[in-house]
């Protein structure tokens, strides 16, 4: 019996085997039918996927033959591996001196027949097999040699697969655990720091209302900045926790919302006072999508074209319309506008133009981005129109 020699890229080709984390699995349906199919097309009684192990010969799939692993040297597929791209076929292993005396030759299965095509991976490694095997001599037609060849590039597709589902697991048990962190991580910031930040405010406020005629100009201005600042870091903060509290609604929860109750909903929220011009116009008297994810998008783009409005008179034009895939909806306003080259900025976290709305506020630059999150997170896409000292209208759609 002719021992196989080893690959000379063994050690590489050994970690690119380990790198699958599929030794030593259970049986998967999609392999098990890999073999069936190939001893169909092939007319043998048994059918075998094996991976080539530094000391063993081990199956993944094995069909027409019991047990799950063979020693290495006396495998036909440790010798099937060394000419990657070639099927090695043994027509009578009774006749070839490498094979005679193999003890799978001489007893069970009493392998006469093989044929076996290695599985070579997309960096050239060759894994180990897919192979069939008969008690008798024979010979494949081309149109077998053919189709087993194809059957061993699908495998090789299947254990990339593999592989990228497991890494997609690991991705997404990793961004479970951050995102468990930050959810600890948004209870200290709630509890742990706006508590201090309100203290401050209220004790500037205090030494502003008391000490006023006690200090000079420096010491009110110093009070002042403490103050703003504070206040500014608070929305900040608030801002943190509201985008990661709204972008992690769960979009597919789907709700029959009635546009007028949530128009006026919205109205009586956002200009309880009436000071603004708000107007709805819609064909549709309800739609069914989220509703806390609706409402979030739509507060934020009428609180922006209120906040950013240098108007005597804010007016806001809400439309909402529908196609057969998406309700298409859009806010337009008489505001400050945007500048074209600013467009793909507005939409990014913790991005803004440094503008002052018309409370004499600078904005955290968040959200924007929360409505963009939730529209994806919903279907859909939004997009801007504007034009400086005429007003900004935001289209967005989202899916049905």
Not at 166 to 178: V, Y
Not at 308 to 330: G, M, W
Not at 337 to 364: A, E, M, W
Request: with cysteine; net charge negative.
């Amino acid at each position: 019996m002719e021992i196989p020699r080893k690959p000379n890229n063994e050690v590489e080709r050994l970690k690119a085997l380990r790198e699958y984390s599929i030794l030593d699995t259970l049986p998967e349906q999609e392999f098990e039918d890999i073999t069936q199919i190939a001893s169909e097309l092939c007319q043998t009684p048994i059918a075998l996927i094996t991976l080539i192990d530094a000391d063993r010969q081990w199956y993944k799939s094995h069909f027409g033959i019991e047990g799950s692993e063979t020693p290495r040297d006396e495998a036909f597929c440790a010798h099937a591996i060394n000419d990657p791209y070639t099927l090695l076929n043994v027509k009578d292993a009774r006749l070839d001196k490498r094979f005679a005396d193999n003890p799978n030759v001489t007893g069970d299965p009493h392998v006469v027949f093989y044929a076996g095509m290695p599985l070579v991976n997309p960096d050239g490694y060759s894994l180990g097999t897919i192979c069939v095997i008969d008690k008798e001599p024979r010979e494949l037609s081309e149109k077998q040699i053919s189709s087993l060849k194809a059957l061993s590039s699908q495998v090789v597709k299947l254990m990339e697969l593999r592989k990228l589902n497991k890494k997609l697991e690991e991705s997404q048990k990793e961004i479970e655990t951050r995102n468990s962190e930050l959810e600890q991580f948004f209870y200290i910031v709630s509890h742990d720091i706006k508590s201090p930040l309100n203290n401050i405010i209220t004790l500037t406020s205090i030494l502003l209302e008391d000490q006023q005629d006690k200090l000079d100009q420096d010491g009110l201005e110093n009070i002042h900045h403490i103050s703003n600042s504070t206040s500014r870091l608070k929305t900040l903060i608030e801002g943190i926790i509201s985008h990661y509290r709204d972008v992690n609604i769960i979009a597919t929860d789907k709700n029959n919302i009635s546009l007028d109750a949530l128009f006026k909903e919205l109205s009586e929220l956002l200009d309880a006072k009436n000071e603004f011009e708000i107007k709805l116009s819609s064909n549709l008297s309800s739609i069914s999508t989220n509703e806390v994810a609706l409402k979030q998008i739509l507060i934020n783009l009428i609180t922006n074209a209120i906040k950013y409005n240098d108007k005597p008179k804010v007016k806001i034009d809400i439309n909402i319309n529908e196609t057969a895939e998406a309700y298409q909806f859009s806010v337009q306003d008489n505001g400050m506008g945007i500048p074209k080259d600013k467009f793909s900025k507005i939409f990014g976290t913790f991005n803004n133009l440094g503008v002052k709305d018309r409370f004499n506020n600078t904005g955290s630059g968040i959200g924007l981005s929360t409505v963009k999150k939730l529209i994806e997170k919903l279907g859909g896409t939004i997009e801007v129109e504007s034009e400086l000292g005429q007003g900004t209208t935001f289209t967005f759609s989202i899916k049905k």
